[in-house]
């Protein structure tokens, strides 16, 4: 009985009569240059270390129905093709019109002191941490004429960390530590609405690094984003105060992006995420077929327009150290 329980394996290469198309790869940003990458298809057996790129392709880009030097800079509201011809792989194509991009109609940040000390060195240094949360809200008004879409990328700064060592006597000061905290994606319920309610029951409801959404719950209206940041830092160690260095704090950029560019990142969280792509990772289900826009379906053309802006804690660090407890 057991032995009719038993099996063998062994690896093979399947034998897969398929031919290579062209892959066009392309992120256009409003305002900068257009850079068109291409590549050919290949198969998931093939060397990692083979060169997958086209000698002899060549790009021509479109913009509304009229072909542009590739120096052009696109501008909101273009519609442009990109057209990729090879004598070996044969020729690709895809359209994308650049969007309009949504400026945010109001930004409030509201910082929470956790506690804040100074400390005396015996070095003649001075120590000085600062906790915090910080919470912001930025207010879209959506444009109702259009169908949005939506990605908001964050980034921290410090201004401090561009001083150099011999701001102090000591080569090796200002040591400076800032991070803004984590973002506590289940405050914002706008960032897990691409999330079905499968994925929810099976536990899969979190945006899990994910801020792409669309107007589908607002269009036309105005909507506020609520960003919670929890367990913010800040950390310095000098010789020598000085005002500037508590200038610290977020950049927030708002990104209007096409539908096909929401599409792939759509697809990046169902791949990597989502229920599905779990289980076609472990054999229980079929591999996800990845989204494309382009004529071989190997590819995406996608296209964006933003707007930043700072979220500056400078007047929030300065209090805090000056009423720090020592």
């Known amino acids: 009985m057991a032995s009719l329980l038993t099996s063998c394996y062994e690896t093979f290469t399947p034998d897969i009569d398929t031919t290579p198309v062209l892959c066009i790869n392309s992120l256009i940003t409003a305002g900068k240059?257009?850079?068109?990458?291409?590549?050919?298809?290949?198969?998931?057996?093939?060397?990692s270390t083979t060169d997958h790129s086209v000698d002899d392709a060549e790009i021509f880009i479109y913009v509304n129905g009229a072909l542009e030097s590739p120096d052009y800079i696109p501008r909101e509201g273009d519609t442009i093709k990109v057209i990729a011809q090879s004598?070996?792989?044969?020729?690709?194509?895809?359209?994308?019109?650049v969007p309009y991009f949504v400026p945010a109609k109001s930004l409030k940040s509201n910082p929470v002191l956790i506690n804040s000390w100074r400390t005396e060195n015996d070095d003649s240094t001075e120590t000085i941490s600062v906790d915090f949360?910080?919470?912001?809200?930025?207010?879209?008004?959506?444009?109702?004429?259009?169908?949005?879409?939506?990605?908001?990328?964050?980034?921290?700064?410090?201004?401090?960390s561009d001083y150099t060592d011999n701001f102090g006597a000591s080569p090796n000061l200002p040591e400076i530590s800032f991070n803004f905290g984590s973002l506590k994606y289940e405050a914002e319920p706008i960032f897990t609405e691409h999330?079905?309610?499968?994925?929810?029951?099976?536990?899969?409801?979190?945006?899990?690094?994910?801020?792409?959404?669309?107007?589908?719950?607002?269009?036309?209206?105005?909507?506020?984003?609520?960003?919670?940041?929890?367990n913010?830092?800040?950390?310095?160690?000098?010789?020598?105060?000085d005002p500037e260095m508590f200038d610290c704090g977020?950049?927030?950029?708002?990104?209007?992006?096409?539908?096909s560019y929401y599409n792939w990142i759509n697809y990046l969280w169902h791949r990597d995420e989502g229920l599905i792509g779990e289980l076609g990772d472990v054999g229980f289900g079929d591999p996800m077929w990845?989204?494309?826009?382009?004529?071989?379906?190997?590819?995406?053309?996608?296209?964006?327009?933003?707007?930043?802006?700072?979220?500056?804690?400078?007047?929030?660090?300065?209090?805090?150290?000056?009423?720090?407890?020592?």
Not at 232 to 240: E, V
Not at 299 to 310: F, H, L, M, P
């Open 232 to 241: 913010g830092s800040y950390f310095l160690r000098t010789d020598k105060s």
């Open 195 to 230: 999330i079905d309610v499968f994925e929810s029951i099976m536990g899969n409801a979190d945006g899990s690094g994910f801020t792409f959404f669309t107007d589908r719950q607002f269009s036309g209206k105005t909507y506020t984003l609520h960003l919670v940041f929890e």
């Open 87 to 97: 004598n070996t792989y044969g020729s690709a194509e895809a359209e994308v019109c």
């Open 250 to 259: 977020l950049i927030l950029t708002l990104h209007s992006i096409s539908k």
């Open 33 to 47: 240059s257009i850079d068109v990458r291409v590549s050919r298809t290949w198969l998931y057996t093939d060397d």
């Open 133 to 160: 949360n910080l919470h912001v809200d930025m207010e879209i008004a959506d444009p109702a004429s259009t169908e949005n879409y939506y990605q908001l990328s964050i980034l921290g700064y410090n201004k401090s």
């Open 290 to 326: 990845g989204y494309s826009n382009v004529s071989t379906g190997a590819g995406i053309v996608a296209a964006r327009s933003y707007a930043t802006y700072t979220v500056s804690l400078n007047d929030f660090m300065t209090s805090a150290v000056a009423d720090a407890s020592k």
